[in-house]
C-alpha cells in the first residue's frame, strides 16, 4: 500500500550508518547529554548558518522555552495563526499570558499581516501588552516574515519563527533557523528532518539568549550542577536520537532536491483542475505536506474518498482551526473574524509527500486526482504526469 510519507524507505537508504550510529552511543553510554548532541547542534548550526543552536526534547518544549526565554508573562499577548496545530498556541497560556488569534492568508496559508495588525489594536483595547508573535511556516512554507517584522518592530515586539514544519525552506535568501529574534522546529519522525521519536530545537544568534536556554533545558543549572540559578525544565534531546539525526542531516539536502522535484511534477499535472500550493517569488518551501483546495463545487470529502478506493492515502491538516476548538474558543482572536482560517479548514487536503516517491508513485496519484476530480463533473480526464 502506499505510504503517506515513507520513513521505511529513508530508514533502508542508510540504515548501515544509523544502525553504526546506535552501537558507537550504547558501547560509549553517554545516552543523556552525550557527544552526538553537541555535534549534532554544531552540524544542523553549519547547515542552516545560525549562530547558537540548542537542542531540547520536543518542538513543543522548543516553543514554550521561547516564551521563557523573551520573558512572556501575565498581562501579555502572544499572537498566533488560528490555522496551525494546537502547539503553537498552547506553550502561552502556562506563562500567564494570552494567545490572541490571528486569520491567514488564503493563498499561502500563513499568518495574514494586515490581520495581525488588527488583532494587535484588539489586544491593546483589552490592556493587553503586545509582547511576540508566533509565525508559522505552514506545510513547510516560510510565513511573510518582511511584513511580519515591520509590525513586530512598530509595536516593540518579539518574533518567534515556528518553523516546525518548514526547517530546510528558505526566505529570500535566508535559511530556516535564521529568522526572526528565536526559531524553533521539531524532529517528529513525520517532519521534513526527523528522529526516531520526539525531538526539537532552538535557534538564537544572541550568546546570552542561547547561555540561558542551555541552562533552563536542564533544571535552570548553573555552573554546578546541584546549583540551579533559575527555574527551568527537564527537555533534553536523547543522545540516540541526536545519533540518528547526523545521519539524517547528512541526506537532508539531497532529501529536500527529492521534495522540490515531487512537489514540481504534481503541480504541472494538478494546477489546472483544482488549487495547487504557491510559492511567492524568493521563497523555498520544505514541502512538509503537500496540500490542495478545492475550488467550488468540488466535494473535499467525495474527492478523499475516491483516492482511498484507489489506494491513494491523503490527510486534511487541519479541519478545525484553533478559535474552533473547545480548549482556545474563550481567548481572543482579530475583531474583523477569521474567515480565511475557516474555509481554509473546510476545503484543504494533502497528498502523499516525501522524498522516495517514485515516478510510478506520483504517476498513481495524480492520475488518481485526475480521475477523481473528472468523475465529480462527468468529465472525461486528460491523464497526463
Not at 550504547?26 to 543523556?32: D, E
Not at 530546510?168 to 521539531?186: F, P
Request: net charge negative; aromatic share 8%.
Amino acid at each position: 500500500m502506499m505510504q503517506f510519507i515513507d520513513l521505511a524507505a529513508q530508514q533502508a537508504r542508510i540504515k548501515d550508518r544509523i544502525d553504526a550510529r546506535i552501537q558507537a552511543v550504547l558501547a560509549h553510554g553517554g545516552y543523556i547529554m552525550g557527544p552526538e548532541v553537541a555535534a549534532f547542534e554544531d552540524a544542523l548550526a553549519e547547515f542552516c548558518g545560525a549562530r547558537h543552536v540548542i537542542t531540547c526534547a520536543n518542538g513543543t518544549d522548543a516553543l514554550e522555552l521561547a516564551m521563557v526565554v523573551l520573558g512572556v508573562g501575565p498581562g501579555d499577548a502572544v499572537f498566533c495563526p488560528s490555522f496551525t496545530f494546537a502547539a503553537t498556541a498552547e506553550v502561552v497560556p502556562a506563562t500567564g499570558a494570552v494567545p490572541v488569534m490571528c486569520d491567514i492568508d488564503p493563498v499561502t496559508f500563513n499568518l495574514c499581516p494586515e490581520s495581525l495588525a488588527r488583532a494587535v489594536a484588539h489586544a491593546r483595547d483589552l490592556g493587553l501588552r503586545p509582547a511576540v508573535v508566533n509565525a508559522v511556516d505552514l506545510f513547510g512554507l516560510p510565513a511573510g516574515y518582511d511584513a511580519i517584522k515591520a509590525i513586530c518592530a512598530a509595536h516593540g515586539m518579539k518574533l518567534v519563527a515556528d518553523s516546525a514544519q518548514g526547517f530546510g525552506s528558505n526566505y529570500k535568501g535566508r535559511a530556516s533557523g535564521t529568522i526572526g529574534d528565536i526559531a524553533t522546529t521539531s524532529f517528529f519522525p513525520a517532519k521534513p528532518l526527523g528522529c526516531y521519536g520526539d525531538g526539537g530545537a532552538i535557534f538564537t544568534d544572541d550568546d546570552e539568549t542561547a547561555g540561558i536556554l542551555r541552562s533552563l533545558r536542564v533544571h535552570g543549572k548553573g555552573s554546578d550542577k546541584y546549583d540551579n540559578v533559575r527555574i527551568g525544565r527537564n527537555s533534553r534531546l536523547d543522545t540516540i536520537q541526536a545519533a540518528i539525526l547526523l545521519e539524517k542531516l547528512a541526506i537532508f539536502g539531497d532529501e529536500l532536491e527529492r521534495r522540490q522535484a515531487v512537489a514540481a511534477r504534481y503541480t504541472t499535472a494538478l494546477s489546472g483542475l483544482i488549487d495547487t500550493p504557491v510559492v511567492p517569488e524568493g521563497l523555498r518551501s520544505a514541502w512538509a505536506q503537500y496540500t490542495l483546495r478545492t475550488r467550488p463545487g468540488q466535494d473535499r470529502a467525495a474527492l478523499m474518498d475516491a483516492l482511498k478506493r484507489a489506494g491513494v492515502p491523503s490527510v486534511v491538516y487541519y479541519p478545525r482551526p484553533l478559535h474552533m476548538q473547545s480548549a482556545y474558543a474563550g481567548f481572543p482572536h482579530d475583531p474583523a473574524g477569521l474567515p480565511a482560517s475557516e474555509s481554509a479548514a473546510a476545503q484543504v487536503f494533502s497528498l502523499p509527500m516525501h522524498p522516495y516517491l517514485g515516478a510510478e508513485e506520483q504517476d498513481r496519484v495524480i492520475v488518481a486526482v485526475q480521475q477523481a476530480l473528472a468523475d465529480q463533473h462527468n468529465l472525461t480526464p486528460t491523464v497526463s504526469g
